[in-house]
């Protein structure tokens, strides 16, 4: 089962070190892991998507609980929160291909941020089933590499994850 | 607002002294001169213990808080010696002892440069330590040692290291004196979680009360066994949570688990409601987690919520203050009495000891383990502190010394160190000011051994007490068990004479090969004002009995050296 899990820390010395080293030493499998300086720059936010049971979903949460650096972790329903991932990807750019890249680029509501004779680079947002869904389309028309940011989330209405 | 300008160095000195500290253990080196000098100048305000190994110091410094509570403090140089610290930092760690390890490292224009003794020790340490910091300014050096102290021995307890190159030991900053930084208050578990609590006990006709480090840490005695009484329930303890129960008191079982009691194993298997107080059940305490008490229901009390459901599913965990829920549970259960379960429970105590009985008579060796410990007990007083090293001794210290105070039992439980043993029976005997027995073994002996110089340069009345095999028993033990008697590499047969060797430090020893030899010697021991050491030659085919195999439960259960599994 996939979760979605925000930690607010301070941005001290070695605090990104000390929740991927959790992971490694209590057996942890995460997807993705996105970090970034909030508003005020002595905190930071750490989004982790975790795919496992609720054993593994509840000691991780509580094992992160107890860093000391860490002030919140906050396990983010699906239905009540917003996630999105930015992807970059970089295409083979043909004659034979092109039309059917811009096209779907035109559906996914990407955009092309750099073009050559030899590649198109195109930059997409959205959830991550989009982001998947966008790969299968191009693997056929020449993927030459690609790179994904990890999700971003956040609760939806008005509430707020506070120190 | 008192305040004055100092160095870096003396901050640390002065930061200590401030939080209680009186004695420190350590080893000098070039990254630490500055703080040596300034403990050198502060030298009639605190006291600094030379060891002779930077490991030794460490357990000297885990031995000093086992036995008196207080953070344990060891310094080290940069390099080998703060990786030398490492195996004393881990031990400190899983067994939740409260412990501050203050490294020197190069100056910050030299980190990252592979320099000479330079090691990222906060980057080793990072999963051995409740929190470790690197103070990169001087300005904010003596609030990371008070925040340390406060880390160390607030809530679940541990050891925080704090790193400190060399060049904000020399800079100088204004320096603000403040009090003693008391441990967080830790949150209470919510009433209607008390009385959950308290309606499952009202309902349990068979109750176990099950403690371990964290009770015995937090000082429970008092409570623990009025709980028991209450409850008309019985007592039994992780290896953790020796010492704080009283051997003598009729309710108390003793250890459970692999080399635990009968009657505590088989209790634990029966309850119908186990309150787990300060345990993290552990595979060595529960055996096969799948097959752990299945008819019984249990509230876990710990302070650490990820120990919650972390190793066996909980019916009721207590997050918060073990003494307050515990206090609150005492103050709004029902006194009962279950006569039908101290019947069960008295037969169990009577199997057990039938079963030790048989084990003992078994026993080939003149010198065998219990009758050591008798002995032992006979002569040693209330007071008297048994430090260890790991191995069969350990668990014969766990299964047969008679606890009549708490923390008055220092011996490396979670990570099971080899070599543990010398230097915190050093700390534990500087701490408390009373005897100090080492229970040891050859082999672990051999490891750590060379602070016997320790020992003897401040004339530490340690007895040391080698349970001397010439094997690798434990080991042998499991071999001769479950691997067909290959005794691979466990026969050391080295030509060690520790009396000698006792001799050549400057410590008086003894060789005894039988029980009266061991009377006197031991008496001699007790009443000599220094270290001692009695090299005592036993079987070196003498088992830990009973034993629980690996992944079994009490159903497997190992009661003679003759059973095959």
Redesign the interface.
């Known amino acids: 089962m996939r979760s979605v899990i925000a930690v607010y820390v301070e941005n001290k010395?070695?605090v990104l070190?000390?929740v991927s080293?959790l992971f490694m030493?209590r057996g942890f499998n995460i997807d993705s892991l996105t970090v970034g300086e909030t508003d005020d720059p002595k905190f930071s936010r750490i989004t982790i998507t975790l795919n496992g049971d609720d054993?593994a979903r509840?000691?991780l949460i509580?094992?992160l609980?107890?860093?000391?650096n860490i002030k919140q972790v906050k396990l983010l329903e699906s239905g009540s929160s917003v996630e999105r991932e930015l992807m970059l990807i970089k295409v083979a750019n043909t004659a034979e291909t092109r039309s059917e890249i811009m096209a779907a680029v035109e559906i996914y509501r990407a955009k092309i941020i750099d073009y050559t004779t030899a590649a198109l680079c195109i930059e997409v947002t959205g959830e991550p089933s989009k982001i998947n869904a966008f790969i299968e389309v191009l693997k056929p028309l020449g993927i030459i590499e690609m790179c994904r940011t990890g999700v971003v989330a956040l609760e939806r209405g008005g509430s707020i994850m506070e120190k | 607002m008192q305040t004055e300008k100092m160095t870096g160095s003396r901050i640390v000195i002065e930061t200590l002294i401030e939080q209680g500290v009186t004695d420190v253990f350590g080893y000098p080196g070039g990254q630490v001169l500055n703080i040596y000098d300034e403990l050198y100048k502060a030298s009639d305000r605190i006291n600094h213990v030379l060891t002779a190994h930077e490991q030794g110091a460490s357990h000297a410094a885990d031995g000093y808080s086992r036995v008196t509570g207080k953070v344990g403090v060891v310094i080290a140089t940069s390099g080998p010696g703060a990786t030398n610290l490492v195996t004393g930092i881990a031990t400190a760690m899983l067994d939740s002892i409260p412990m501050v390890a203050i490294t020197g490292n190069v100056p910050t224009t030299l980190i990252g440069k592979d320099s000479f003794q330079e090691i990222n020790i906060t980057g080793v340490t990072l999963p051995i330590t409740k929190h470790n910091y690197f103070v990169s300014d001087v300005n904010e050096l003596a609030d990371t040692i008070r925040e340390a102290f406060q880390i160390a021995k607030s809530g679940r307890p541990g050891p925080v290291l704090i790193d400190i190159p060399k060049d904000v030991q020399v800079a100088e900053c204004e320096f603000e004196f403040k009090g003693l930084v008391p441990a967080t208050k830790q949150p209470e578990a919510p009433d209607c979680d008390i009385d959950k609590a308290v309606e499952l006990i009202n309902k349990a006709k068979r109750p176990y009360i099950y403690i371990g480090g964290g009770a015995a840490g937090a000082g429970m005695t008092a409570d623990v066994e009025a709980l028991a009484e209450k409850l008309d329930g019985y007592i039994g303890c992780t290896f953790m949570g020796l010492s704080a129960i009283p051997n003598s008191y009729e309710r108390f079982l003793g250890m459970q688990g692999m080399h635990g009691q009968f009657a505590s194993s088989m209790a634990n298997k029966e309850a119908d409601l186990i309150i787990g107080v300060g345990v993290r059940f552990s595979d060595r305490a529960t055996g096969n987690t799948a097959k752990y008490s299945k008819n019984a229901k249990i509230i876990q009390l710990d302070t650490d919520l990820s120990e919650i459901n972390k190793n066996v599913k909980v019916e009721l965990g207590l997050i918060g203050d073990i003494v307050s829920s515990l206090k609150r549970i005492l103050e709004r259960c029902e006194a009962k009495t279950n006569p039908e379960w101290r019947e069960i429970v008295e037969g169990f105590k009577a199997k057990g000891k039938s079963i030790s009985d048989e084990a003992e008579r078994r026993s080939k060796g003149a010198m065998t383990p219990k009758k050591i410990f008798d002995i032992i007990n006979e002569i040693k007083d209330a007071d008297t502190v048994i430090a260890t090293d790991v191995g069969q001794h350990q668990m014969w210290a766990a299964q047969y010394t008679d606890f009549e105070k708490p923390r008055r039992f220092a011996s490396s439980g979670g990570l099971g160190t080899m070599g543990y043993g010398l230097g915190a029976a050093i700390g534990a005997q500087i701490a408390s000011g009373d005897k100090t027995i080492l229970i040891t073994g050859d082999g672990s002996f051999g490891m750590n051994l060379n602070e016997l110089a320790t020992a003897v340069s401040y004339n530490t009345p340690v007895i040391i007490v080698v349970m001397n095999n010439g094997v690798l028993g434990m080991v042998r033990q499991w071999q001769t068990l479950f691997y067909g008697k290959r005794y691979s590499n466990t026969v050391l047969d080295r030509k060690t004479d520790f009396v000698k060797l006792s001799e050549a430090f400057g410590a008086k020893a003894e060789r005894v090969a039988t029980l009266d030899e061991f009377r006197a010697a031991f008496k001699n021991a007790m009443e000599h004002d220094g270290p001692y050491l009695i090299d005592t030659l036993i079987d070196m085919d003498e088992f830990v009995l009973p034993m629980l195999p690996p992944g079994g439960s009490i159903d497997d259960i190992i009661t003679t050296k003759e059973a095959k599994v």
């Not at chain 1, 609980?65 to 000391?68: A, D, I, R």
């Open positions: 010395y070695g070190t000390r080293g030493r054993y509840e000691q509580n094992q609980k107890k860093l000391h």
